[in-house]
């Protein structure tokens, strides 16, 4: 049975940063795509940045670029988001994902983990 179990969350000031982590089971990561999705009250999920199977290979949101850092181990099945000068609109729950099936969906996801940036 494949898990993933997202850690990390939390609450932090406008200008903090967290650093969240996926550990995945049931699985082998190093033939798929890893990557991070939020979804903020009210609103639908959307997609926060993605790493390819080497590690070599990053994509962004433009809205998350030059602040968050996806990163990944596959010798501990991990993937990582460095999030850096966070801002209130920041606030959502983030998803892990893994094995890219499109741009939006992925096989397998988390259950999520609260990330609140006051201001």
């Known amino acids: 049975q494949v898990q993933l179990v997202e850690s990390g969350g939390g609450l932090v000031q406008t200008g903090g940063s967290l650093r969240l982590s996926c550990a995945a089971s049931?699985?082998?990561?190093?033939?798929?795509?890893m990557a991070w999705f939020r979804q903020a009250p009210g609103k639908e999920r959307e997609f926060v940045a993605a790493v390819g199977w080497s590690g070599d290979s990053t994509s962004y949101a433009d809205s998350v670029k030059g602040r968050f850092t996806i990163s990944r181990d596959n010798a501990k099945n991990t993937s990582s988001l460095q999030m850096n000068s966070l801002k209130p609109e920041d606030t959502a729950v983030y998803y892990c994902?893994?094995?890219?099936?499109?741009?939006?969906?992925?096989?397998?996801w988390g259950q999520g983990t609260q990330v609140t940036v006051s201001s």
């Open positions: 994902a893994v094995n890219r099936l499109t741009v939006s969906r992925y096989a397998y």
């Open positions: 049931g699985l082998t990561v190093n033939r798929y795509t």
